[in-house]
């Protein structure tokens, strides 16, 4: 009988480790993705410009993102004064930014105190980097649309595909990337969200990646920045109730 007693008493502080221990592997593997967080540097130096820009209003676009969006100042600038310029649109792009560092943007003075009729973004590619999951990256662009519709209620929405990376479809940040995307599609709803993968007219027949549409397999040139804008063009043109 003591043998049993004892027996019991073991399994049960046995399972009380396991358990431990699995709340511990859960804490650590919570969802930074989805926690805001602030850059430093010439980033937050470059945030605090976006804001400066927001106060002075006139803001009919907005294109929220990563170095993807940013880059629309550099390679792709020409066909941004083409396509957005005459649309009063303002690039609320940074370099290296993640979900979680434009969460913590959209709450400190991004988006204060306008109205745009439409607002286009992509994120999410640096989170592959940073080793976030599929579902975690998901829930990171959830949370971004959440507090887009809560602080520009009268914004649509455009979420874009995380664009291609790498060189085929055997890079595993694409794979992280593709995943996402099939989740992040289900977040539109079709009147104040609507999602638009154009990831294809990146792309060779077969999958490929050419460096003559990124020289990096991962930021756009000036042509390539075309294909953006004239990819989207119907879809933006219908948001902004345009003819």
């Known amino acids: 009988m003591l043998i049993l007693k004892n027996r019991i008493v073991a399994c049960a502080i046995l399972a009380t480790l396991i358990c431990s ?84 943007r959209l709450d400190n003075g991004n988006v204060e105190g306008i109205s745009p009729k439409a607002a286009v973004l992509m994120i999410g590619t640096n989170n592959a980097s940073a080793k976030n999951s599929p579902a975690q990256i998901t829930e990171g662009v959830e949370a971004i649309v959440k507090k887009l519709r809560t602080k520009l209620p009268t914004t649509k929405i455009l979420v874009l595909a995380i664009f291609p990376r790498g060189a085929d479809g055997n890079d595993e940040k694409r794979k992280v990337n593709i995943e996402a995307n099939r989740s992040i599609a289900k977040l539109a709803d079709g009147e104040m969200v609507h999602f638009l993968d154009i990831s294809d007219k990146f792309l060779n027949e077969d999958g490929t990646l050419s460096k003559e549409v990124m020289p990096d397999l991962l930021h756009l040139n000036e042509k390539s ?19």
């Open 21 to 104: 221990t699995a709340m511990l592997v859960a804490q650590e593997k919570a969802n930074d993705a989805v926690i805001p967080v602030p850059r430093t540097g010439a980033q937050l130096e470059r945030h605090e410009s976006f804001n400066k820009r927001i106060k002075q209003g006139n803001v009919d676009l907005l294109f929220i993102g990563d170095s993807i969006t940013h880059g629309w100042e550099n390679a792709g600038k020409p066909v941004w004064e083409k396509y957005y310029t005459p649309r009063n649109a303002v690039n609320l792009g940074i370099g290296g930014d993640r979900t979680q560092h434009v969460l913590w």
């Open 225 to 243: 920045y075309t294909t953006w804008a004239q990819a989207t063009e119907p879809k933006l043109k219908e948001l902004m109730g345009e003819k």
